[in-house]
């Protein structure tokens, strides 16, 4: 086309979002860069490879010293590229007019009223695949009204086709654009993308470029000087990609398939993170911060004993599951606490402990001394002679008289606990002295709490 102008495109409302190029370009030759033979004058879209007309209208290619449609400077305007050293260029739109004859009649007529405004160009191409059926794509167009144009207009976009279009008319195609701009196109000054996303049907295998009233089209006038009538669009850096899957993390594993989608990690993981590097998410893995085996929920077995070390209340010291994880009770502590079930005395009906007794108590905060993995319980108990309510407070006391004792020798008070338990569990017959001395006794359990 001979008198031609350049519009400036405004962001698709298709998409409230930047899209990001995901992919491979499917169009060929995005930028017009592959020509087969040298652009000479107007009219020549066709020698851009892959590129042709979609109507009767007739595009352009731009190159530099091309005659009319030179680079930078041409018969629309002035600019650069978008990207490499050529671009296209189209009629969006032609404000015809016609000699007004009522203004012979009327002098209140203005001497032109509007003619055929139907007027408009389009470039199309093959993509190099067609569009897969429910997939999203993202289409960004580079335009840029040309200085030398004098309107403006809305729904610059690209219309996706199931075939090649070849109307023999010069109007507007009736088609409706999957992505458009919907405001004004009015940019002369810099390149400005029109983009946007649409989820496919799987028939597209060819985009139009172009003009796309069917969905209502704003016009402006922008008259600098004499008036071209025109809205010529200057394109460049055409593309559609796969819409890349939202990954929220940024790791490389769409949220779709991320298990993890709020935390950077391993697709071998399923995008879970693993900060100890042993194989289980952090998630699963009871000490994520220290490497261990999956049997032990990642946990290491420093002493080796089979209680990882988040259990093992002796970490470095090989035990058994009893005293978990900790060695079993030394032979010697063990005949200590059978002799203090009858070895701890108090006075008759008191919880007063017995001189005598010091000497066994004394050897338990040994024991406590030399263990400070070992936390202690200590259960009193009484015969069935007497009020059951006074045995129980009775053995309650003297429960807690020993650990009082065990206290003030330099045992930390929350390593102990006591407990009171009067008549209700004996060990032999109430019904003789000797089986009542045995159930008068205090017993200490090694434990272990948090």
């Not at 020509?35 to 879209?45: E, F, S």
């Not at 996706?160 to 009736?174: A, C, E, G, V, W």
């Not at 699963?284 to 077995?301: E, S, T, V, Y």
Request: net charge negative; proline share 5%.
């Amino acid at each position: 086309m001979k008198l031609h102008y350049s519009m400036y495109l405004a962001p698709a409302l298709l998409s409230l979002q930047a899209v990001a190029q995901s992919g491979p370009n499917l169009v060929k030759n995005p930028g017009f860069e592959e020509t087969t033979a040298t652009v000479k004058t107007w009219d020549q879209l066709h020698l851009a490879t892959g590129w042709s007309n979609a109507n009767a209208g007739s595009a352009d290619l731009f190159n530099k010293d091309a005659c009319y449609v030179g680079i930078p400077d041409n018969d629309l305007g002035s600019t650069a590229a978008f990207e490499g050293e050529r671009y296209a260029g189209f009629v969006a739109y032609k404000d015809d007019q016609r000699r007004n004859w009522k203004r012979v009649l009327d002098h209140n007529e203005g001497p032109f009223r509007p003619a055929s405004q139907g007027y408009s160009e389009y470039l199309q191409q093959e993509l190099s695949t067609p569009l897969t059926a429910g997939q999203e794509y993202d289409v960004v167009l580079r335009v840029k009204l040309g200085s030398k144009s004098d309107r403006a207009v809305s729904h610059i976009g690209a219309y996706f086709s199931p075939n090649k279009l070849s109307y023999n008319h010069r109007t507007f195609l009736t088609e409706k654009a999957q992505v458009s701009s919907a405001d004004l196109v009015s940019d002369k000054q810099n390149w400005t993308e029109v983009k946007g996303s649409f989820v496919a049907d799987g028939t597209e295998k060819f985009i139009v470029i172009g003009a796309f009233p069917a969905a209502g089209m704003d016009k402006t006038k922008a008259i600098e000087g004499g008036d071209s009538q025109r809205a010529y669009y200057y394109i460049d850096g055409v593309s559609v990609t796969v819409h890349p899957e939202p990954d929220t993390d940024g790791d490389g594993v769409i949220d779709k398939e991320d298990k993890c989608p709020q935390e950077p990690g391993l697709a071998t993981l399923g995008g879970c993170p693993d900060r100890d590097g042993d194989g289980i998410t952090d998630k699963l893995d009871a000490c994520p911060d220290l490497a261990g085996p999956a049997d032990k929920q990642g946990c290491p077995d420093r002493d080796g004993d089979g209680f990882a070390d988040n259990v093992d209340r002796c970490p470095d010291v090989p035990g058994v599951a009893s005293m978990k994880g900790c060695p079993e009770l030394k032979e010697e502590t063990k005949k200590l606490f059978e002799k203090a079930l009858t070895g701890v005395k108090f006075e008759s009906g008191k919880s007063v402990i017995k001189k005598e007794s010091f000497a066994i108590l004394d050897q338990v905060v040994k024991v406590m001394a030399e263990n400070p993995s070992y936390n202690l319980e200590i259960h009193g108990h009484t015969d069935d002679q007497g009020d059951d309510a006074k045995n129980m407070k009775l053995s309650d006391d003297r429960a807690a008289a020993v650990k009082k004792y065990l206290t003030d020798k330099g045992v930390k008070d929350d390593r102990t606990r006591s407990f009171g338990h009067g008549e209700t569990t004996p060990v032999a017959d109430n019904k003789t002295s000797a089986g009542r001395a045995k159930n008068r006794r205090v017993e200490f359990k090694v434990v272990f709490w948090e």
